[in-house]
């Protein structure tokens, strides 16, 4: 048997009874090192209940917050099952249930 660094070890406080994984790099969770909840976003709380040692937001609130910006700032044309573009009509075939094409619907970070 191989010996050396545990890669998943179990949190240690609570004298070793905490069922949740330490952080990389840490011998406690993120709870337990007092790490905030993500704050979510705008209207909307965090889904995923993740804690950040920053207290910023956790990859998945970032994620619906760049698709409401982008749904909020995407104009929404009805079209013929074409795309409108950005600028002007791109003439790609819209996706099923978006009047974008994948394309054009892609975020622009």
């Not at 990389?24 to 950040?52: D, F, I, K, S």
């Not at 698709?67 to 009805?78: F, S």
């Not at 795309?83 to 002007?88: M, V």
Request: include cysteine.
């Amino acid at each position: 048997m191989r010996r050396g660094i545990d890669p998943h070890p179990v949190c240690e406080a609570d004298d070793g009874r905490c069922p949740t994984l330490a952080v990389v790099g840490e011998t406690q969770c993120a709870e337990h090192l007092g790490w905030p909840l993500c704050p979510g976003r705008v209207g909307h709380t965090c889904t995923a209940r993740t804690r950040t040692r920053t207290g910023d937001q956790c990859a998945t609130c970032q994620d619906e917050a760049r698709y409401a910006r982008l749904d909020a700032e995407l104009p929404v044309t009805v079209t013929d099952g074409t795309c409108p573009g950005h600028t002007g009509p791109c003439g790609r075939t819209a996706m099923p249930g978006d009047p974008y094409c994948a394309r054009c619907r892609t975020a622009r970070t």
